[in-house]
């Protein structure tokens, strides 16, 4: 009773989310995620936190105010670290280092690391004040000291802390408590050194590193859960097409029932999205000196005024691009005071724009052809292209690969399913930081050590030599039961309503295996009739050009086994549809094979006291 | 898993012979460490050796756990122990405009806890009553089914349990108020109606002392303005428990008050005159409720200490003892005369001799203070003598 009213102390919590989440940190963006659907906005309400921070006086930015920096205070600005964790200061290239940013140098006191060297205020130390102290000469109180300009030395894995610390902050801010582990991706351009130094840079900043877990990965388990597959099969073949600022990563990943295993990868730095940002800045500025007269020189700017325009430029981009990945209409580019206090608007149209970003598309479609005919894979036979990086939002992008590189009609891919748009499941931008979310959260609950430990070596497992399908006898086509490749021990359950006839009641099952084809099939396009008879003679003179077609074909090889029972549920059908009067029953068929190879097939009429019938390998 | 529909097996069908087929040769794939799967993959293969059976059985098992740990993080709500009373139908039907003489704690379903909910209970208390009782949730509810209702409202007084509770919480979330109600609780009401001095000789009859007076103290203790409240304690308590026990509830602080009563001042007339009779009367009234109370818990106390048969313990050990005592001392003195004299000694005789014992025994506690104090002076003297004498070696 004489307690006093009220507390601030939340006496419940509002969900029972782990303290636990996924990051994904790119050169350019970050995001965290927490597993659920969207992922974590900061305290500005941004999902993709910018890369950067900046300092200015005693003030220091992170995300998207430290890149507004970049206009004025570039020189105080760290963008572009993630790419330089753990590398020495005598590895890095020129290439490595963003322009534009605060000076990469040596650091003063440790060897051979890399450092960032910004101008900070700090406000010197107190004068220490004496124990028997004067009387002041005037009332006025002591002017606190002046805060004197100092060069601020920070090795970019003190970068890396600051930052992974203000993204841990922002989610614990959103969860309520305080974040105990998480789970972070790194690009496959990493070496085990730079891993590290990541892992170290976490730690630092005051959370337990699970694992450290491969793009590829992450994005395995977002596609692999429930939301996104639905409308697909557990087992298919995947390619990633991971475009970021810096770089392209490919990855051609068998799917079966969420376990992947990496047929095929390739990554490289020389393609990114950067690229399609010159264009376009390139665009603007000869757009805007088209405009208002005013000469302006950018990629590369030389002179300060133009240095200043190219990075407003920049910014304003980032708003354009979405624009055009979101709508089909034009987007536009306005900046205030671009050059000599000129102000600039442009629009440039989706078409337009997919001009200007042709090289890169061609580079990414190229790339993505290289890797299917060096892993020997034909493009039919990827069931679906999942796109990773704000950067594959582009429609543009998908169109290019999908003509250019020869991907069936059918393919899946988020533009196909509808999924991309408007932070849906399908959204690239957010797929790797839920993809470590649920991983985190994974580990958070697994309590086996042994398990644990296995996470961070590399497992092999045997895996099905060949695919193995199921036939009906009579029917033409088969029912793939498990796929070429499929880890093993693996099994797959497949129910069948089969139709028996009222005097035999015997149903049947045939175990093959099955190879699975492209067939090249050489076609004449069909000739253009021309109303006109005008180029009639010149019709005849040119060589046809044949078009391959191919088409998917399954071959059967060898008979495993085959069985028949008879039928003891079968119901006939009543009623007026097209079905009426014939007999059926509901039979589950589980096919198992084990580690060593056994295979063991069981078909159970669904029910009490059903048939039964199995097949047995070894 | 979608269904797949199969033709009839053909006419004379005899299934092929197959023996001796053997699956393709084995590959290794390195997986991915990542996702559910390859978790369920290490279990199948690490922990139960391939077997499909068993690993079901373990990720029922896992479920189960994860389910728990869900479950007792936070998925269900820490209610503080506020829980889901049953709401009667007249409590459904309370007006909002009685609303003073409505039990707030049993419109918060709070009976179970009353006057002992802290804020925090009377907070989810509430959040858990308006999350139900709420007006739009009550539309969505009970939404007509048929065509031809809909657009009538049907609910026409459908927030008057929400009026309640909103009535309730504004009394039981302010302090003052909360007592005020607290003093005019209808459940403490009841039960000192029932409560007269007969009924309570009855209970003592029948179920014993302590069990009577020891709910009954601990009832009142709630008034209390001084914190902790002594209560009655066993039969076997000591003398000083007793007394202490009696000293405090004769001396008892209340805080209760009878503003609740207060009768309200007509809203419509401006008459200061008015205003002021009102209020003086209102003053006046709560005085006398609150010299009744106090007269009530008096009479209540006297009653017990009436009642309480520690005291004629109390008083026959003490009367033990002290005979004790003279026993021995008259052992020492004159023989064995006395003990046997003892038991026919009339009541005035053993009354006047625990007067004489307490007495001596007042002057004996007298005398070792006396005593002490003297003792505690000549060694006050003795250390400042030394202190002096060893002031003056210094000196010298």
Known sequence: ????????????????????????????????????????????????????????????????????QLVKNSENTIIGFRNLIGKKFSEITSEDITPNSAPVIQHPDEPDVAAYKVEVLTTPAALPTKKTQTPAASAAATPAPEPVPTDRILSVSEV????????????????????????????????????????????????????????????????????????????????????????????????REGLGHVVASSSTTSIGANQIDDKLVTFFAADFTKKNKVPLKVCPATEVQDKRAEAKLRLAIEHTKRTLSASPGAATCSVESLKDGYDFTGSVNRMRFDMLAKPVYSAVSAAVSDLLKSAGVDAHQIDEIVYVGGTSCLPGLDEEIGLSVGFPEDVATPFSMGTVV????????????????????????????????????????PALGATVALYVPGAEAGIVALLKDTPLPARRVQVFEVEVTESSKAFGFELWEIEQTVRVEKVKPPKVVYSDDEGGADEDDEEEEE????????KKVTLLGAATADAKLAIQTKGKGPDAGKWFTTVEATVVVTEAGALSFDVKEIGEGGAVLSIEIS | MSTIRTTPLPAGYTAPDASGSKLSPISKRKLLPAGPAFVNHLRLTL???????????????EQERLDLLNASSSNIEDDLGVGDEPESSELLALDPKEWKKQDHYAVLGLSHLRYKATPAQIKVAQRKKVLKHHPDKKVKATEPDTSLLTGLNLNTNDDSFFKCIQKAHETLNNFERRRQFDSADPELLEELEEETPTSLKAAVAAKGFIETFGPVFEREARFSKKEPVPQLGGLDASKEHVEGFYDF??????????????????????????????????????????????????????LTLGLDPRIKRIKQEEKAAREAKKAARAGAGSGASTPAAAPVKSKAEEEAEKKAKEEAEKAQREDSKKAKAAAANAAKKARRAERAAAEAAGTA
Not at chain 1, 5 to 21: D, F, I, K, M
Not at chain 2, 254 to 269: A, C, H, I, L, T
Request: proline fraction near 3%; charge should be negative; aromatic fraction near 8%.
């Open chain 1, 547 to 554: 078009i391959e077609e191919k088409h998917k074909e399954t």
């Open chain 1, 422 to 461: 408007g932070g849906g499941i399908g959204d690239p931008t957010t797929i790797l930081a839920r993809g470590s979310a649920v991983q985190a959260a994974l580990l958070h609950t697994l309590e086996e050590d042994d398990l644990r430990a296995a996470f961070s070596t590399s497992v092999e497992a």
């Open chain 1, 160 to 255: 890396t802390t600051i930052f992974i610390g203000s993204l841990l902050q922002s989610a614990s801010d959103f969860l309520g408590k305080k974040i105990q582990g998480a789970v972070i991706t790194v690009p496959p351009h990493f070496t085990p050194a730079q891993v590290e130094a990541l892992e170290k840079a976490a730690t630092d900043a005051g959370v337990k590193v699970y694992q450290t877990l491969e793009e590829a990965a992450a994005t395995l388990i977002t596609t692999s859960s429930a939301l996104w597959a639905a409308t697909l099969r557990a087992d298919r073949t995947q390619l990633y097409v991971d475009l970021g600022s810096s770089s392209l990563s490919l990855s051609v990943v068998e799917n």
């Open chain 2, 249 to 302: 509830w004769y001396n008892f602080d209340s805080w209760r008050s009878f503003e609740w009563y207060d009768k309200e001042v007509n809203e419509g007339s401006d008459n200061r005159d008015d205003k002021r009779y009102t209020e003086k009367k209102n003053k006046s009234e709560r005085a006398r409720r609150k010299k009744e109370d106090n007269t009530r818990l008096r009479s209540l106390v006297d």
């Open chain 1, 1 to 68: 009773m004489a307690a006093p009213n009220g507390t601030a102390e939340p006496t419940t919590e509002s969900h029972n989310l782990p303290p636990v989440v996924g990051i994904n940190f790119g050169n350019s963006y970050a995001s965290i995620a927490e597993g659920l659907a969207e992922s974590i906005a900061n305290e500005d309400g941004e999902r993709q936190i910018a890369c950067a921070l900046s300092f200015h006086g005693e003030q220091m930015y992170i995300g998207s105010p430290a890149k507004q």
């Open chain 2, 47 to 61: 922990h139960n050796g391939g077997s499909f059976s068993k690993h079901d059985e373990h990720a029922a098992k």
